[in-house]
């Protein structure tokens, strides 16, 4: 084979061969969702830090000010046509749920945009109306490299770029009124009552103050239960009498046992 034939058949070869070798760097460029996984659940009981994000108005939003609520995480890239989309769907409905049974002034959902370059304020709002999101208490925000990579950390958050976009961890994250991350839920279509449950506990809190609106708190987060029928939750009437019920009978007890106390003291 003379020169030039030699060159060609080298180049038809490196050029046949360049869709396998993008295809294998591709794949070692995936993440190992056993390590992903194991990384995100590290970074439970992390409190995150106050960092400064900008909203998809344009305007600061500090993380700080979204504090003294229980807040939803998700993450997103904007340009993202394969799972971002159908996990904001799913987090529509699963929001629309929580905040029929426990009330949307009750906590705050935050959409972050992970791909600091390209995640402006105006691919953020395009993203919002395509999607659908219309809810009082949900805002989207996105932030410099810095920050963004920061917050990520934080979450326990992982990601890598592949053609045409990133690979990432499909993680919605709970964070309790504290700023501490209290759980994690994964996929773009999880259980309904894998995100319910975690977000009651932050919302009427585990350890209910003594008040009245502590003890309705108290009567909800055990009454609200799934009903898998239907497959929404619902407020178990049975369960409320049953716990009037018990709570006027300690009541009753209380009053007997500090009436003969008196009783005694003044024997």
């Known amino acids: 084979m003379n020169g030039p034939a030699l ?4 180049a038809l070869a490196g050029w046949l061969m360049m869709p396998a070798l993008a295809a294998a760097e591709t794949a070692d460029r995936r993440l190992d969702l056993r390590k992903v996984i194991e990384k995100s659940e590290q970074a439970v009981g992390r409190t995150l830090g106050t960092y400064r994000l900008t909203d998809s108005t344009g305007a600061p939003l500090a993380l700080r000010d979204l ?23 799913h987090l529509i409905d699963v929001v629309k749920e929580a905040g029929r049974m426990i009330g949307s002034d009750r906590f705050n959902v935050l959409t972050v945009g992970f791909d600091a370059r390209n995640d402006t304020p105006a691919r953020l709002t395009q993203f919002a109306r395509v999607q659908g999101v219309k809810f009082a208490n949900w805002q989207l925000a996105s932030a410099d490299a ?3 990579e ?51 506990d932050v919302v009427y809190g585990r350890r209910t103050a003594f008040t009245f609106g502590g003890m309705i708190d108290r009567i909800k987060f055990i009454c609200t239960t799934y009903d898998p029928g239907a497959r929404r939750y619902r407020i178990d009437y049975g369960l409320v009498f049953g716990s009037a019920i018990a709570a006027f009978s300690l009541l009753i007890m ?10 005694a003291g003044h024997a």
């Open 7 to 10: 060159t060609l058949a080298v």
């Open 146 to 148: 810095a920050t963004i």
């Open 150 to 200: 920061a917050l990520l950390h934080d979450l326990g958050f992982s990601y890598v770029a592949i053609a045409g976009g990133f690979d990432h961890v499909t993680q919605t994250t709970i964070v309790d009124g504290d700023g501490r991350i209290y759980r994690h839920v994964y996929g773009e279509d999880f259980p309904l009552q894998m995100f319910m449950e975690p977000l009651k």
């Open 254 to 263: 209380g009053g007997l046992i500090l009436r003969e106390w008196m009783r």
């Open 67 to 89: 504090r003294g609520k229980p807040l939803v995480i998700g993450l997103i890239y904007t340009s993202c046509s394969t799972v971002c989309p159908p996990t904001t769907q």
